[in-house]
C-alpha cells in the first residue's frame, strides 16, 4: 500500500509539472507589401505556474519584440523595397526547465516604384543649330525604361530607348516641352520651356561677277569677295571654296582667314578665266562657301558667283511704224496703237566684233498675250558690219486695251560657239476705243495713160464700246492738189462701213509715185488711225493738148506717153507722141506704132537668113 501511495504520489507531481510548461499556439501566415509594418501578437496555449520567468525567441532577425511577458508577446517589422520574400518564421518559448517552439510564414509582396528623372533639361537653341538633350530616367526597381514626348514642338523627336531629344528650331521663341519615362506601369514626367534666339554670329558673303559687260574672252581677270560678321562673336578659321566648273580657274587669295571679330568685314580676291565660248549673257556658274567655327558651333555661308562676257550682237536702232505711221524707239519706249493697226519693224542688227563673224542670228518679236511670235533670221554679219531686218505683223482686232511690254530679241553665236545677243522692251499701250481702216485701196494703183482719174475705197470699223456718231475721214493727196474730209459718220461698236471717193488728177501732176494719206478720227477730231497708199502715174505721160472729150481746143484732157522715139532708118528722131490710152485722138499714133514694129521684126528676120547662107557657103567650101 505504501508503494501504490509512493507511486501515486509521484504522478500527481509529474502532472503538475507537466501543466506549468509554456506551450505556443498555431500561428497562422501574415502575408503585407513592402514598406507594411508587421506585427505579430502571440499568446501562450499554457504558460508557466511555478513562477519562473518565460523566454521568447524568433529566427528572423528582422523582427523586433516590442512587447512581452511570461503569457504574451509582440513582434513588429517595417518592411523595406528591398524586403519582398517569403520567410518561414520560428518562434521560441521557453522557462526555467522546459521550452516549446513553433514555425509560422510570413510572405512580403514586391512593389512596383515610379521612375524618376535624373538629368537637367537643356533650355536654350539657336535659330537653324541642332538642339539636343539626353533626358535620363532612373528605376530603384531597375526596371527597362521607355521615353516619349507628351508635348513639344513640330519637329521635336526622341529616341524612345535612350530618351535623346533633337531638333531644329526655325525660328527665336519659347517652346514647352514635356518627356515622360516609364516602367510600364509607373511614369515620371519632365517639363520645361526651350527659349530660341537667332544666332550669335552672322557669316555673309557678297555676290560676285566675274568679268563684266566690256570683257574679253580668253583673259585671266580678277573681282573682289566681301567677306562680314554681322554677328556678336567671333568667327575663327575662315576657309574658302567654290564649285564652279574647273575650266572656269576659279580661285581665292587668301584662301582662309584667320578670324573675324563681330561687326568686322574683310576683301578676298577672286581669280578666274573667262573662256573664248563664254556666252555674253549673265549666268551663274556655281556658288561661294565659307565655313568657320564660333563658340563651338560650325558657321557657314554661302552666295552666288556669275560671270559674263562682252556682248558683241547689238540692236543699234528700232523704227516701228504703225499704220504706216513710223517713229524711232529706244530700250523701253511706248508706242500707241489700235486693234487690227499694221505693224512694221525694221530693226538694224551690228556685229561689234573686230575679227569673228556672228552666224544663224535670230530676230524675235514676242508678247503671248497680244498672240505675237514673229521671227526672222539673218545668215551672218561679218565682223564690224550691220544689217537690218524687216518684220511686219498685225495686231488681232478683238485685242484688248492695256499695256503690253513686247519683247524684241536678236541671238547669234560667233565663230568660237559663244552666244551673243540683246533684247529690248517697247511698250504696246493699245486703246480699243477707235475707228480703224481695215481696208483701203486705189482703184486703179497705177494711172493709166489717157486717164485722168482713180477712186479710193475705204472700209472703216468701229472697233470700240459705244456707237460712234461723229467718225470723221479724211483723205490728203498733196501732190496731187487733193484733200477731202467727212464729218458725222454712223458707226455701230463692232460694225463696218465702205466709202468709195474718185480723185482727178491735175494735167500738171509729175510722173512718179504720189502719196495718198488717210486718216481715221472718232468724236469728229480725234485721229486714231492713219493709212497710206501709193499712186503712180507712170513715166512719159505729159498733158495731151486739145483732144479728149472737151473738144480740140482743150480743157483737161488726159494724160499721154511719150515713148522714146522710133528710129526711121536715118538716125532721125521718131514720128512723135505716142498715146497709149484709148482716145479717137490716138487711133493714129498706135497705126504708126504698130507698122514700125512690123518693120523691126521684118529687118531681124532678113539678117537671120543672111546669116544663115553665109554659114552654109562657108560650111560647104570647107
Not at 68 to 74: I, P
Not at 319 to 325: E, G, T
Not at 437 to 450: K, Q, Y
Amino acid at each position: 500500500m505504501k508503494k501504490i501511495l509512493m507511486l501515486l504520489t509521484m504522478f500527481l507531481l509529474a502532472t503538475v509539472l507537466a501543466s506549468a510548461q509554456p506551450t505556443l499556439p498555431i500561428i497562422g501566415g501574415v502575408t503585407v507589401n513592402e514598406t507594411d509594418l508587421v506585427t505579430i501578437d502571440i499568446t501562450l496555449i499554457a504558460g508557466p505556474d511555478d513562477g519562473g520567468a518565460t523566454t521568447w525567441w524568433t529566427d528572423l532577425a528582422q523582427l523586433t519584440r516590442v512587447s512581452s511577458n511570461d503569457t504574451f508577446a509582440r513582434y513588429t517589422w517595417t518592411t523595406g523595397y528591398d524586403d519582398a520574400g517569403v520567410y518561414t518564421v520560428m518562434f521560441n518559448t521557453s522557462d526555467s526547465d522546459s521550452m516549446d517552439s513553433t514555425t509560422m510564414t510570413l510572405t512580403v509582396n514586391n512593389m512596383n516604384r515610379a521612375p524618376s528623372f535624373s538629368s537637367t533639361a537643356v533650355t536654350s537653341a539657336v535659330v537653324g543649330h541642332a538642339y539636343t538633350y539626353n533626358a535620363t530616367a532612373t528605376d530603384l526597381d531597375d526596371d527597362s525604361l521607355s521615353y516619349s514626348l507628351t508635348a513639344s514642338p513640330a519637329g521635336m523627336l526622341i529616341d524612345g530607348s535612350s530618351g535623346m531629344i533633337t531638333w531644329t528650331p526655325s525660328a527665336a521663341g519659347t517652346e514647352s516641352v514635356t518627356v515622360q519615362a516609364s516602367d510600364g506601369s509607373l511614369t515620371d514626367t519632365q517639363s520645361f520651356d526651350i527659349i530660341t534666339v537667332t544666332q550669335s554670329w552672322g557669316l555673309t558673303l557678297s555676290a560676285v561677277t566675274i568679268g563684266g559687260s566690256s570683257q574679253e574672252r580668253d583673259q585671266n581677270v580678277t573681282a573682289t569677295l566681301t567677306v562680314s560678321n554681322s554677328g556678336s562673336e567671333t568667327i575663327t578659321g575662315i576657309s574658302l571654296s567654290s564649285n564652279a566648273n574647273s575650266e572656269y580657274a576659279v580661285g581665292f587669295t587668301p584662301a582662309t582667314i584667320a578670324s573675324l571679330v563681330a561687326g568686322a568685314s574683310t576683301t578676298v580676291t577672286m581669280n578666274g578665266y573667262i573662256p573664248l565660248d563664254k556666252d555674253a549673257a549673265l549666268e551663274t556658274i556655281g556658288t561661294i562657301t565659307a565655313t568657320g567655327t564660333s563658340s563651338g558651333n560650325q558657321v557657314t555661308a554661302t552666295s552666288v558667283l556669275s560671270m559674263r562676257a562682252e556682248n558683241n550682237l547689238e540692236i543699234r536702232d528700232i523704227d516701228i511704224s504703225v499704220n504706216d505711221d513710223s517713229e524711232n524707239v529706244d530700250d523701253g519706249d511706248t508706242v500707241n496703237l489700235f486693234p487690227a493697226s499694221e505693224i512694221e519693224v525694221t530693226i538694224e542688227v551690228k556685229n561689234t566684233h573686230a575679227t569673228l563673224d556672228i552666224e544663224d542670228i535670230t530676230v524675235t518679236i514676242y508678247n503671248d498675250d497680244l498672240d505675237i511670235d514673229e521671227e526672222d533670221d539673218i545668215s551672218k554679219i561679218k565682223d564690224g558690219k550691220k544689217d537690218t531686218l524687216i518684220i511686219s505683223f498685225t495686231i488681232d482686232q478683238d485685242a484688248d486695251e492695256d499695256k503690253y511690254d513686247v519683247e524684241i530679241i536678236v541671238e547669234g553665236e560667233d565663230e568660237e560657239g559663244a552666244i551673243h545677243g540683246e533684247t529690248w522692251n517697247v511698250e504696246f499701250d493699245l486703246e480699243e476705243e477707235g475707228i480703224i481702216i481695215t481696208n483701203a485701196e486705189l482703184i486703179p494703183e497705177s494711172l493709166r495713160c489717157g486717164q485722168d482719174t482713180f477712186d479710193i475705197e475705204v472700209e472703216l470699223t468701229n472697233v470700240g464700246t459705244k456707237d460712234e456718231d461723229d467718225a470723221a475721214i479724211e483723205i490728203v493727196a498733196d501732190t496731187l492738189d487733193y484733200e477731202k474730209r467727212v464729218a458725222n459718220l454712223n458707226i455701230d461698236e463692232d460694225e463696218d462701213i465702205t466709202r468709195t471717193y474718185e480723185v482727178s488728177v491735175p494735167a500738171t501732176a509729175e510722173p512718179g509715185v504720189h502719196v495718198v494719206e488717210i486718216t481715221a478720227f472718232k468724236d469728229f477730231d480725234e485721229q486714231t488711225h492713219v493709212k497710206y497708199l501709193y499712186f503712180t502715174i507712170p513715166s512719159g505721160c505729159s498733158p495731151v493738148i486739145g483732144g479728149g472729150d472737151d473738144g480740140e481746143d482743150g480743157g483737161q484732157g488726159g494724160i499721154v506717153l511719150n515713148p522714146p522715139p522710133v528710129g526711121d532708118g536715118n538716125g532721125g528722131a521718131g514720128d512723135g507722141w505716142v498715146d497709149a490710152g484709148t482716145g479717137q485722138d490716138s487711133t493714129r499714133s498706135i497705126n504708126l506704132g504698130t507698122w514700125g514694129t512690123v518693120l523691126l521684126v521684118l529687118a531681124n528676120v532678113l539678117i537671120i537668113v543672111i546669116i544663115l547662107v553665109l554659114v552654109i557657103k562657108f560650111l560647104t567650101r570647107v
